[in-house]
């Protein structure tokens, strides 16, 4: 299982990277792994500002519909549109191509309550 050390985590499977005032979100090869085969990635919303542990979105595998949970309060600032046509990424390239969002950080000091790599390995039982 891949878990990248440069990357903080959720307790809720959703990876940051934090670029500047900007972060990049998407799930975890934990979780798409989890999911199964991903059909749609659901986000609809570009231009909101969501607070840390809000639904930004949705992710639906062939079995079930799991809910996406921001980790930093932000700006919604962009989608991942490839995922509309290609909602497989997020299966094949978790912490690459399978980006979901990219936000504006509102609150930089949320980063520090994130979990790092060690820290997501023990949650999963890693």
């Known amino acids: 299982m891949n878990i990248p050390a440069e990357l903080k985590y959720t307790k809720d499977h959703e990876w940051v990277r934090i670029e500047g005032e900007v972060a990049i979100v998407g799930i975890t090869d934990f979780a798409q792994g989890e999911l199964g085969d991903i059909v749609y990635v659901d986000i609809p919303s570009v231009g909101d500002t969501i607070s840390k542990d809000e639904v930004f979105g949705t992710v639906e595998a062939v079995k079930t519909v799991s809910d996406l949970f921001m980790p930093l ?3 919604v600032l962009e989608l991942n549109s490839q995922l509309d046509a290609q909602p497989e990424l997020v299966n094949q390239d978790p912490y690459g191509e399978g ?10 000091a949320e980063a520090s309550r994130l979990l790092d790599a060690d820290g997501y390995k023990q949650q999963i039982g890693g």
């Open 73 to 75: 309060s932000g700006l």
């Open 99 to 108: 980006w979901m969002v990219k936000i504006r950080i509102s609150d930089p």
